[in-house]
């Protein structure tokens, strides 16, 4: 384990990531991020909407994580 503290707190989100990766809808999420991405480009989106794209997209990624968190602690 890293002994400094920004290094442990790293090591625990990549962790959290790699649980929430078992999670189906997460992968959903994240696929369907990718292709919002994809199409994105493909369509030429402008700036202001690249940035509404990714908030938006952030934003569902942050609550699945959230959502995991909860549903993990709720099991315990």
Avoid: Q
Wanted: aromatic fraction near 12%; charge should be positive.
């Amino acid at each position: 384990m890293a002994k400094n503290p920004l290094g442990r707190s790293f090591l625990f989100a990549f962790r959290g990531l790699a649980l929430a990766g078992g999670e189906r809808n997460f992968r959903l999420h994240l696929v369907s991020a990718s292709v919002v991405v994809f199409l994105g480009f493909y369509a030429g989106v402008s700036r202001s909407e690249w940035i509404w794209l990714l908030l938006c997209t952030g934003g569902v990624i942050s609550l699945e994580l959230v959502n995991t968190a909860l549903e993990k602690l709720t099991d315990l």
